[in-house]
């Protein structure tokens, strides 16, 4: 039998697979390297020559901002220079306190930021000259030479050029693009500089967990990304079986996630079970069963499920009865605008089309038989584990499949039980996603102060979003994913489902460091119009990154390891750290913040507007607010003793105080992990109390309980959505989705965009070393190579409706054919002959689709596949550096 003769009969049982493809071994391996808790120690005597060589260990904070996994990392610097790379040692490792390791990222920190891209000193680019108009010199962004210049000059011109535009244009023609910037706890540092001059437009929407966070927040009442809605790594010991949904932890969240899933299913004997249209890294380390699932297809898949569940009466039906409404006749609730229920929908009441195994099999791939074994495996099985990643809720219809998820969820009743769990976007220990609970240590705020944006409601409508409050009436600003088409053609989209238009003239584009918008969002084949358009770019990095490339001055940021103390952000809830000074500033390079003040001081505002405040008192701010838990769960404690000797010592205002660890101590360990142990009172068992009495504790949705029938979802779409979706949980055909490719001989292939092992986003994509060593080519099945006549190696050129990429092939086995995999994040190239992105950056060929509640459907794209015949392209690894040359 053919793998893809088998990927159709039946889900792949862990040894037929392994046997079937031994070449999985490897990718496995690779794909791990950096995840694997048991890695060979350094032995004593290679610790007492290490300590021999004149240097020092010193912790630092990883330089990604936009990483989940938070890993701890040690650099051995001997005069001013990183020789080696350590990770956790405070303290013996074990499974219920596990030491912290980092990623293959982390340690590529010192290639990272002592590399070519790395910048220097500000730059102008030399044909940009303030005034607008022709002064601009737009259409040679991206390809004009660059200036070096002093911080003095490059301050005056910024405030002048702001100025200007503002005081010619008015505030609406700044567009400040970037995301969270959690290292200064200061929101989007863009903007706030801006709104110093009166305010901007700002960009907004879901960038990462696709239709999750509305509809969970409407139909079970909470969403915290996994963060207190799931259970913790020690509650999941308890599971029997584990069901990972789209979840590859492994390269997703690259510290030692993964690791905390072994334990669980060494500990309790768990079976583990992937649906993924992709044999991924964790399910080579995990899987006892693989059932593919075409990409956006879930949905079908789940209904099937369903269906199994009901016709054999396998659904908890006591947990339905009581703490849900919708799933039956008898359990509508009051506000239910039909007569529709979940049972009768599944078993074909209503259009005559029962959604058994054999019909989910037509679209989502796996066999009736994988699917039925499915069903009855996650419906008897008890306690069982559900856990979703994020990627089926970023497609077109991701806000379906989210209601698809938990009410399947909910049938098998494993909501408050121990081991039991029904949740999406959680990882486990290592991850800020993960731990789940009550958040045991947590560093506190930076205390600064930054002023707010007249133009566009904040916080930007992220917390309007996930609380399901966005009010068309309120300026949001662009949505991410129209952003730089809202651009080029001076309007973007108004929430509402009349989709109406606002009129936009971008005139100053503003990016600071937290983010890679040109990159990142979709849209991107507008991405160098855009940016020739306006008259002003104005972008802040520690890289020549893409965003750096296009604009007109660049300034030079430091990275946490030139922060005298740098306490990290996005911790787990078990683990904070803290870094220290690695290294001097790099060459002129200065903190976000300092550049922020530098500007207020040429703006003229005030200390009562911005008060002033050094990094290192912001940072040290975060590490004498933070708190920890005391040992039997019930309170808080200051986490670090501060005396008057240790403010001199620091330099820092500040006041003495009690606490947990001396703060000498935590900075020269750089970290404090709360213990562990099965059944401490730290466990979170989420739903328990509403499981045990929901009529006594009520969940936030419009009943009280679990709503399988939403209407009060459905009234919320209708008014502000971009999209459709129905009360009722049901599967619906995507956009751009598998039943549009199987008729579609243009694009006859899914793309599905992952997190790489490489890369965090955009962060470490130009290390030469990860580069060579996790080449992020296009993954295509071997049946599909075959059928082409492509091999490994082979360049093609990938397009989509929108534009086209450039990628080498790399076939494998492990992958449903139909489907191709491209990691995201890969910098863009634009050949300006061609028009194709020989960087390979995916969301280059990601339409700018504004749907659901403004989330990014980048795993619903359709592409073709062709042999390269443009000029010869090298790897990743062998291609030179664009970055000016200027000392």
Not at 466 to 480: F, R, S
Not at 812 to 821: D, E, F, K, Q, S
Request: aromatic share 10%; hydrophobic share 35%.
């Amino acid at each position: 039998m053919s793998l893809f003769d088998a990927v159709r009969a039946s889900s792949f049982d862990r040894r037929t697979f392994v046997a079937a493809t031994a070449a999985a071994a490897a990718v496995a391996s690779l794909g791990l390297a950096g995840c694997e808790n048991k890695v060979r120690e350094t032995t004593k005597e290679e610790k007492q020559e290490i300590d021999l060589e004149g240097g020092a260990w010193v912790p630092f904070n990883c330089v990604s901002t936009t990483c989940a996994s938070r890993c701890y990392n040690r650099a051995y610097v001997v005069d001013g220079v990183i020789v080696r790379h350590g990770t956790d040692n405070t303290h013996e490792d074990s499974e219920d306190y596990p030491q912290q390791r980092c990623c293959p990222r982390g340690r590529s920190t010192r290639s990272f930021l002592t590399g070519p891209d790395r910048l220097k000193y500000p730059m102008k680019r030399k044909h940009w000259s303030p005034g607008g108009g022709e002064n601009s010199q737009g259409e040679l962004r991206g390809k004009d030479e660059w200036e070096r210049i002093g911080w003095d000059e490059a301050i005056d011109l910024i405030a002048q050029e702001l100025t200007r535009i503002r005081d010619t244009y008015g505030n609406r023609a700044f567009l400040a693009m970037g995301l969270m910037d959690t290292r200064l706890g200061a929101g989007f540092l863009g903007s706030s500089v801006l709104n110093m001059l009166g305010g901007c437009l700002t960009t907004w929407g879901q960038a990462s967990v696709g239709g999750f966070s509305v509809t969970s927040q409407m139909i079970r009442g909470h969403w915290s990304l996994g963060a207190s809605d799931a259970q913790d790594r020690m509650a999941l010991r308890h599971a029997q079986l584990i069901v990972l949904w789209a979840l590859n932890p492994a390269w997703s969240i690259a510290g030692s996630d993964i690791y905390n899933f072994i334990v669980a299913k060494r500990k309790a004997g768990a079976k583990v079970i992937i649906v993924d249209p992709y044999f991924h890294p964790s399910a080579q380390a995990l899987a006892d069963e693989w059932v593919p699932c075409r990409p956006g297809t879930d949905g079908a898949l789940l209904e099937a499920i369903a269906y199994e569940m009901i016709t054999h009466d396998w659904q908890d039906q006591d947990f339905l009865d009581r703490c849900c409404v919708g799933f039956d006749a008898d359990h509508m609730p009051a506000d239910a605008k039909t007569d529709e229920n979940f049972k009768d929908y599944i078993l074909g009441a209503y259009d005559g089309t029962p959604r058994s195994p054999e019909w989910a099999s037509a679209i989502c791939g796996a066999s009736p038989e994988a699917i039925r074994s499915l069903a009855e495996q996650m419906a008897t099985t008890k306690p069982m584990a559900l856990k979703a990643g994020q990627a089926p809720a970023r497609t077109y219809y991701g806000n379906r499949f989210a209601q698809l998820f938990f009410t399947v969820g909910w049938m098998t009743g494993n909501v408050g039980v121990l081991g039991g769990e029904v949740a999406a976007g959680a990882g486990l220990g290592t991850s800020h996603f993960g731990a789940s609970g009550k958040g045991m240590v947590k560093l506190g705020s930076a205390g600064y102060a930054f002023p707010q944006n007249p133009v566009c409601s904040e916080p930007r409508a992220a917390g309007a979003i996930a609380a399901g409050k966005l009010d068309p009436e309120q300026e949001y600003g662009l949505p991410y994913s129209e952003c730089y088409e809202a651009v080029v053609k001076g309007e973007y989209t108004l929430p509402g489902r009349n989709k109406e238009k606002r009129s936009c003239d971008i005139k100053c584009l503003y990016r600071d460091n937290a983010h890679s918008p040109a990159n990142q969002f979709s849209g991107g084949n507008f991405v160098e119009e855009a940016y020739r358009k306006v008259e002003f770019v104005l972008v802040q990095d520690f890289m020549f990154s893409t965003d750096a490339r296009l604009a007109d001055i660049v300034l030079p940021v430091t990275s946490t390891l030139e922060y005298d103390i740098s306490a990290a952000p996005m911790c787990p809830h078990e683990f904070v750290m803290v870094g220290s000074k690695v290294l001097e500033p790099y060459y002129e390079s200065k903190a976000d913040v300092e550049i922020f003040f530098l500007l207020a001081d040429k703006f003229g505002v005030g200390e009562d507007v911005v008060p002033r405040k050094s990094v290192k008192q912001g940072e040290f701010n975060k590490v004498a607010s933070a708190f920890v838990v005391t040992e039997d769960g019930s309170d808080y404690e200051p986490l670090v003793a501060i005396t008057q000797e240790d403010l001199d010592r620091y330099g820092v205002e500040g006041v003495p105080q009690e606490g947990r660890v001396p703060i000498q101590d935590f900075l020269a360990k750089g970290a404090y992990q709360v213990e562990r142990s099965d059944g401490d009172a730290l466990m979170n068992c989420f739903g328990k109390a509403f499981r045990d009495d929901p009529a006594a504790n009520p969940v936030a949705t419009a009943s009280g309980k679990y709503e399988i029938y939403c209407q009060s979802l459905k009234d919320y779409y209708d008014f502000i959505g971009f999209s459709d979706i129905d009360a009722l949980p049901k599967y619906k055909p995507a956009f751009d989705g598998y039943e549009q490719a199987k008729s579609d001989d243009a694009y006859p292939y899914q793309l599905v965009t992952i997190h790489h092992i490489r890369q965090a986003h955009s962060v470490f994509s130009n290390v030469k070393q990860l580069n060579e060593v996790f080449a992020n080519d296009i993954l295509i099945s071997e049946y599909d190579a075959g059928r082409t006549g492509l091999s490994k190696g082979d360049w093609v050129k990938v397009t989509s409706s929108a534009a086209s990429i450039a990628r080498r092939v790399n076939p494998i086995p492990n992958l449903m054919p139909g489907v191709v995999v491209l990691g995201q994040g890969n910098w863009r190239r634009t050949d300006e002959a061609t028009g194709v992105d020989v960087g390979g950056n995916v969301n280059t060929i990601t339409r700018p689709l504004v749907i659901g509640d403004a989330y990014q459907p980048f795993n619903s794209v359709l592409v073709s596949l062709e042999p390269w015949t443009g000029d010869e392209l090298k790897p990743d690894y062998l291609r030179e550096s664009v970055a000016p040359v200027s000392e």
